[in-house]
């Protein structure tokens, strides 16, 4: 069965810190990557995917992510985060057979002015 | 991006009683919907799967009987929880997605039941 797993609960940075959030799937097959953001009161939003090509996908709002396919991993970065960045980040596998999405547990970001 | 829009937001119900939950599709036409659940701090947990006009597909460990779906449109899908119980009570959020594998699944806003 498909599983992702994200290592970080809680992070805590200080504004313009660098970001890096794990995320590790474990599914033999194709799998398409997400990573979603949830800000405070609000919906999931998309941030980033990746299908298939360049493994550095860059997304919305400064983020990025590098698929390592040797590792299955798919981190979340950022260079310089922001207050407004404070929010619960998901990372989330497809199965191309399934496509259902399988989430991981979520990372919360708390960033400090 | 497309808007998927949940009803209610939050509800609360008395134990024994049924809640009916929409999720509708608003500018797009959603061949699948996607319902999860979500615990306080913890991650989403896909509870089924429904395709327009056809039988939802459940999870394993989730009571088909308890948490009866019907996607009798492409631009609605409904979850009723039956009999709810306090247990019950959680996040849950839907997801629609309008075509193959490459399209995007947009999410609602959830809605919030608790039961009494």
């Known amino acids: 069965a498909q599983s992702v797993s994200q290592h970080n609960h809680h992070v805590i940075l200080s504004e313009a810190a660098s970001l890096e959030l794990g995320c590790n799937y474990s599914?033999?097959?194709?799998?398409?990557l997400f990573w979603y953001v949830q800000y405070p009161g609000q919906h999931l939003q998309l941030l980033l995917k990746?299908?298939?090509?360049?493994?550095l996908v860059k997304g919305i709002k400064g983020f990025e992510a590098e698929f390592i396919k040797s590792k299955f991993s798919f981190n979340l970065r950022k260079p310089s985060v922001q207050w407004s960045d404070t929010a619960e980040y998901f990372c989330?596998?497809?199965?191309?057979?399934?496509?259902?999405?399988?989430f991981g547990s979520g990372t919360r970001l708390q960033v400090q002015p | 991006g497309a808007v998927v829009s949940q009803h209610p937001s939050w509800v609360i119900c008395k134990s024994g009683t049924s809640v009916k939950i929409e999720c509708r599709s608003l500018?797009?036409?959603?061949?699948?919907m996607f319902w999860y659940r979500q615990f306080p701090k913890q991650s989403l947990m896909l509870m089924a799967t429904?395709?327009?006009?056809?039988?939802?597909?459940?999870e394993q460990g989730v009571e088909k009987d308890k948490f009866l779906i019907n996607h009798a449109s492409l631009t609605l899908s409904t979850l009723t929880v039956t009999s709810a119980h306090p247990e019950d009570s959680s996040f849950y959020i839907c997801?629609?997605?309008?075509?193959?594998?490459?399209?995007?699944?947009?999410f609602g806003q959830g809605t919030r039941l608790t039961v009494v």
């Open positions: 990746y299908f298939s090509g360049d493994p």
């Open positions: 429904s395709n327009e006009g056809s039988k939802a597909t459940y």
């Open positions: 989330a596998a497809m199965d191309t057979g399934r496509r259902a999405l399988t």
């Open positions: 599914y033999g097959g194709t799998v398409n």
């Open positions: 997801s629609a997605r309008e075509g193959g594998s490459f399209t995007e699944a947009f």
């Open positions: 500018d797009f036409q959603a061949t699948t």
